[in-house]
């Protein structure tokens, strides 16, 4: 199935997840199911579970916690008849830090001991920026938000460390209050910027090679503007070497059936 921009964006959350566990939607979800909130994954064996849910409270501007599975369960709370194991385009396997893989489903890998944890995400207040006449770059031309690893560390605990991962979008100067302002309003999916401007401060040395995907073109006049990202599991999964975790592969998200009004109020 072949479906445009607008088409995707138009689908209810159950439909795009169809769509996903179908195999006929493998990119990038930012402009899919519009008015719902996205989710990251971070799926670790139950013998890290305390760990890594006391280093999301520690470091909750990355990683606010909107759903929590028990050992073996793949059915969250926020969606209805959704399967963590099918329902996200393409996920990223990781043994000892190590990225081994690229699966587009994990009923192969899944295991009894996996707990998952559900990680707010910035695409949910993409929608309401767009909302708002404020529509992020990569909304407009219809790829991944660019991702940078940087030299901010994250609280660590136990075995989980490293560093903050962030998502930029460019904005004019005159614009960026009003920006500031609709993010803020959605904390639980990583809320206001973390910083702006100068993305050398954030030991970004080229802002046209992201670390993660896709990079975006400037307009004239327009300064870098950085989000806490949820891609820092990921980065904190490599530098933990972790001996197993899986995660969703950055900017492909899990749809959830919040919507943006019931995602302000979580």
């Known amino acids: 199935m072949s ?17 996903i566990r179908d195999g006929q939607w493998t990119g990038p979800t930012a402009q899919m199911a519009g008015g719902f909130a996205q989710a990251n994954l971070v ?3 139950q013998e890290y579970a305390d760990d890594f849910r006391e280093f999301c409270r520690q470091n909750s ?3 606010p916690l909107v759903d929590e599975l028990e050992p073996g369960n793949y ?3 926020v969606a209805q008849n959704a399967d963590l194991r099918t329902d996200i385009p393409r996920y990223r396997l990781y043994k000892d830090g190590a990225l ?3 699966p587009l489903n994990l009923q192969d890998l899944w295991r009894d001991d996996l707990c998952s944890f559900l ?12 909302e708002a006449r404020l529509p992020a770059r990569h909304q ?3 790829s991944n938000v660019p991702m940078f690893r940087t030299n901010r560390p994250t609280q660590a605990v136990g075995p989980f460390q490293g560093p903050l991962v962030v998502s930029m979008r460019p904005y004019r100067p005159e614009l960026i209050e009003h920006v500031v302002k609709v993010s803020e309003a959605y904390p639980n999916m990583h809320g206001g910027p973390v910083h702006i401007g100068n993305p050398a401060e954030l030991g970004i040395m080229d802002i046209t090679k992201p670390d993660y995907g896709d990079s975006v073109p400037f307009e004239p006049g327009e300064l870098p503007v950085f989000w806490a990202c949820g891609v820092t599991p990921q980065a904190v999964a490599i530098a933990s070497r972790l001996p197993f975790a899986i ?20």
Do not use: Y
């Open 3 to 19: 479906l445009n921009t607008q088409q995707v964006e138009l689908l209810s959350p159950d439909m795009a997840r169809q769509l």
């Open 75 to 77: 059915r969250p709370q």
């Open 61 to 63: 501007k990355a990683c």
């Open 43 to 45: 799926i670790i064996p």
């Open 100 to 102: 081994v893989s690229e």
């Open 140 to 142: 407009v031309v219809g």
């Open 247 to 266: 995660t969703h592969a950055p900017g492909h998200m899990f749809i959830t059936d919040l919507s943006l009004s019931e995602a302000l109020a979580r």
């Open 119 to 130: 990680i707010g995400c910035s695409f949910t207040f993409d929608w309401a920026l767009k």
